[in-house]
């Protein structure tokens, strides 16, 4: 089931090239008061929920998937989790570029960790990339998302993808710099998800999608998920031996090699095989100075 979120909070299940309306299925969530939980509502009731939402298909109101406005397809991540350097041909690559290694010794995935991107970065395809300093360098990172779909602590890699909800396609976008790695890819808008949120029934082996992305129809990146250091099992594993991972909880796995620089006015699409295509665009930040306050 691919189920994606549009304009203004509405819950649909996508068909073809239509969107099936299922917003009543949202009446079954709880309804919670301050404090909010801090994960997602939604993708947790989500086993409970499915026959609810596959009852409402037949007689919900369609519209074109062209005349939406696809929303991030997970509401409230708890933890957007991103994983540097795991594909040896992005680490080949950084190490050889000054413009993104910046002084810093590429190691191993092992050694660096993780790291983790705001939840206030978060943006779908209906809404453009901001380039908050657009004369720098800001780089498409086209990648496999997870959606973690039940609680997972000290996982073993043999019980990880059973704790997996769905996949989509994700765009780690990052400003290069010397700064740290979670305040350059926090930027508002520098965590694109979508375009829906594909149940992980669809994909039964995460371990083999071809994955790319090209800017104004040229293609940047290509490779397929096989080529993954740490594979998605072994990334649940090392991630939920440091975090409790939550219903909602984005991981996003790595970038292969390819990685550039967009301008304003850039046209991105990126695909993963079996998820979908992410068409969004990329525009300044007409409110930002031209550089960062000293
Ligand atoms: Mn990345």
Known sequence: MRLCRFDGDRLGVVEGDEVLDVSAALDALPVVRYPLPAHDLLVEALPRLRPRIESLCPTAP????????????VA?????????????AH??????????????Q????????????????????????????PQRRN???VELGVVIGRTARHVTRDEALD?????????????????????????????????????????????????????NGERRQRSNTRHLIYDVPRLIEFASSFY???PGDILMTG???GVGPLQPGDRIEAGVQGVGVLAVRVAGDDDAPTAAPA
């Open 139 to 141: 780089d498409h990172e």
């Open 76 to 88: 409230n991540p708890g933890k957007i989790i991103g994983a540097p350097i795991n594909y040896h």
């Open 244 to 246: 409790t991972l939550q």
């Open 91 to 104: 680490a080949t690559e950084s190490a050889a570029d000054s413009g993104i290694a910046h002084g810093r």
């Open 163 to 215: 704790h997996v909800a769905g996949y989509l396609v994700a765009l780690d976008i990052t400003l290069r710099g010397p700064e740290f790695v979670c305040f350059r890819k926090s930027i508002d808008t520098y965590a694109v998800t979508g375009p829906w949120l594909v149940t992980a029934d669809e994909i039964p082996d995460p371990g083999r999608l071809d994955l790319w992305l090209a800017v």
């Open 106 to 133: 590429i190691t191993s995935i092992g050694e660096w960790g993780l790291f983790l991107k705001a939840r206030s970065a978060l943006i779908g395809p209906g809404e453009p990339i901001r380039l908050r300093f």
């Open 62 to 73: 369609r519209r074109p998937l062209a005349a939406v406005r696809l929303e991030p397809p």
């Open 255 to 257: 970038t292969p090699e």
